[in-house]
């Protein structure tokens, strides 16, 4: 079965410093990559995916993620943090048509 | 908006009673998708469907728990018989076909007294 790993329960990161939320992966055959956040009170909304292509994918509300085949690794990255950004972060990975989850990472952006 | 809703969006029940949770995916969309949620975890994988179709349920924890999508559009995920273990978010997510991106709902919140 496909797995994903979340290493961090939480991240902490200075408003306008880079962030770096890691997700690693266990799969056989090609990766699927996603990356989520969820907002309180809110549904996941989807940020990005990787399928195939560029090791670097970018996505929604200026985020990206850098995808490492040696190191099994799917970091989810952003150049300049914003306290809007706070929230909680998932990586996935398709396994079959459904998505298996990461435990998530809580991001906080201090002002 | 054209996003994908659920109701209700909270439901607090007594032990051993019914409830059925309700899915309306995104227009056009094929595929429709039910996860479950604990607090602090993500979410993890139930039923899918394409259509009306029924394709994997190898998710539901047991057979309290069913779901349908008889005209391949709004959904319901049943649970009979109510524990307080079943007490969790239910989100639905919706993908134009199987391998696009899936796009979720607000979830319902399940409170089992």
């Known amino acids: 079965a496909q797995s994903v790993a979340q290493p961090e329960d939480q991240v902490n990161v200075a408003e306008g410093n880079p962030l770096t939320v890691k997700c690693t992966y266990s799969v056989s055959g090609n990766p699927y990559l996603f990356w989520y956040v969820q907002y309180p009170n809110r549904g996941l909304q989807f940020l990005l995916k990787?399928?195939?292509?560029?090791?670097l994918v970018k996505g929604s509300y200026g985020f990206e993620a850098e995808f490492n085949k040696s190191q099994t690794s799917f970091h989810l990255k952003k150049p300049s943090a914003l306290v809007s950004d706070s929230a909680l972060y998932f990586c996935?990975?398709?396994?079959?048509?459904?998505?298996?989850f990461g435990s998530g990472t809580q991001l906080t952006v201090l002002p | 908006g054209a996003g994908v809703s659920q109701s209700p969006r909270y439901k607090v029940t007594k032990r051993g009673q019914d409830v059925a949770l309700r899915c309306d995916p995104i227009s056009g969309h094929v595929s429709l998708y039910w996860y479950r949620q604990a607090l602090g975890q993500g979410p993890e994988f139930l039923t899918y469907f394409n259509y009306e179709a029924q394709q994997d349920k190898s998710g539901l924890p047991n057979d309290r728990f069913s779901a349908e999508r008889p005209e391949g559009s709004i959904s319901t995920l049943t649970i009979q018989r109510t524990e307080q273990r079943d007490s969790a978010m239910y989100r639905c997510a919706s993908s134009f076909r199987e391998n696009n991106e899936q796009f979720f709902g607000p979830g319902t919140r399940l409170t089992v007294l």
């Open positions: 996935a990975v398709r396994d079959g048509r459904q998505l298996t």
């Open positions: 990787y399928i195939t292509g560029d090791n």
